[in-house]
């Protein structure tokens, strides 16, 4: 459906067609007419089906600028989640005159106190900061007509649902309500059912796995050999660019230090980290400053970010859900992504509940060992200097070590020379600087999965040999593409039955992977 049989006003339709769109996403062809009438919505769908757009252009539509008070307010979970989607709507909205801001937590409160007193039709905020804004009165929500909760599960798994009670009761009750979930718990419903009124549902699969070409990987590892092998991995793979999932902040940082240690450009994000040096991070990292971002689950979660060409889960997720956010990190935009999860023998029952859910078995990897690794630097560090000799500005260079040059060469021979520069360039795997990574208690055994896990456990010691020929052969990147189709979702809940409220679901499946390359 084009945008422009969507009844927008024609300068939300203008920004629209500035930002590239070209068609509304499922979730916006279903959200926004119900919107635009006015009703309460319950939106199933993560990021990436172009959930900000579908409750932030009927809103920005509704908004009326003469009136400079706070008209809409959207609850998101972390900061970074705020600000992409203040920067979303602040897009829409440019044009129309719309003041967003946004309030987070970590940063200045004085600062979002003047941005606020400056004037804002749209607030977003983290429930957490908002309440101290409402608190000290720097917040007036008497004039909101629409509320929004954006990953609103994503807040209840963090403790918010008091806060947002508190937050929603500021609210005037004559106002709509939008929700979006990625799935939806019994909490999400009571939700539904306590602060919103006949809301209709709109759904769409999560089809991040079975869309994105991602291969699919994991590696049975002891806990204190997990290091050596991620990074020999990397030496081997060479990841354009690429994320590491840490469990804890500890980790998180623990890995970064490392990884910087080894000479890769990494940078960690979690939730401890002042602000400005998570977005400074974040902006470093989708501007190609850095080349691996370590980050925990929550840090993560909904960021925007494309061309990551690996995802290395350096401890498997205790949450099935959480893996199938990580992948759909990789893969975007038509492009292969690859992703490896590293197992301790004890947690394969996890490796078992993960696949169950996305219905796609991992091919058992064999870790690359230190020849392997070194060999994988040697061929960078030769190619790095062929295609520096090519490089004019750095033969350029050449000329103020001429004299020096020209006394080497006579003490030493061209072979003697080059070795010593191959020497000084490729970095041996073997005498790499140690790193002590802290030991973390691998996660309990599951029985539930632990049954499956171990038969599964036979076919992946055979499929181990595979991929391990593949990479010999060098022909790892000719891996098919694997398009298991699976039936996501045995977890769809019908929520008539929950609702007191009547209600309607409607539902596709939608995820939008082209981002910047429409
Ligand atoms: P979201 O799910 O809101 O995080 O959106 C994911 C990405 O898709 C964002 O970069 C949006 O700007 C982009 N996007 C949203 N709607 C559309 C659309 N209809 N066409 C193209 N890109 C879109």
Known sequence: MKF?????????????VTAGFEKASPIQELTIPLALEGKDVIGQAQTGTGKTAAFGLPTLNKISTDRNVIQALVIAPTRELAVQSQEELFRFGRDKGVKVRSVYGGSSIEKQIKALKSGAHVVVGTPGRLLDLI?????????????????????????????????????????????FSATMPDAIKRIGVKFMREPEHVRIEAKELTNVNVDQYYVRVKEHEKFDTMTRLMDVDQPELSIVFG????????????LKLRGFRAEGIHGDLDQNKRLRVIRDFKNDQIDILVATDVAARGLDISGVTHVYNYDIPQDPESYVHRIGRTGRAGKSGESITFVSPNEMGYLSMIEKLTKKAMKGLKP???????????????????????????RANFEKFKGDAIQLAQ??????????????TVQDPESMPAVEIAREKPLPFKPSGGGKGKGARGNRDRNRGGRDNDRRRGGRRDFKRRDDKFKK?????DNKKSHKNTSSEKKTGFVIRNKGER
Do not use: C, H, W
């Not at 947002?164 to 004559?174: G, L, Y």
């Not at 469990?247 to 490392?258: C, F, M, Q, S, Y």
């Open 4 to 16: 422009t049989e969507l009844n927008l006003s024609e300068n939300i339709q203008a920004a629209v």
């Open 135 to 179: 608190k000290r009165k720097a917040l007036k929500l008497d004039n909101v007509e629409t509320l929004i909760l954006d990953e609103a599960d994503e807040m209840l798994n963090m403790g918010f649902l008091e806060d947002i009670e508190a937050i929603i009761s500021r609210v005037p009750e004559n106002r709509q309500t939008l929700l």
């Open 247 to 258: 469990r804890t902040k500890r980790r998180v940082d623990e890995l970064t230090r490392g």
């Open 368 to 394: 690359a060992t230190a020849e392997e690794a070194f060999q994988a630097k040697k061929k960078v560090a030769l190619k790095k200097i062929e295609r520096d000799f090519k490089d004019e500005s750095i």
């Open 411 to 424: 003490e030493f021979t061209p072979e003697e020379l080059a070795l010593y520069v191959l020497s000084l």
């Open 489 to 493: 979702d045995n977890r769809r809940q």
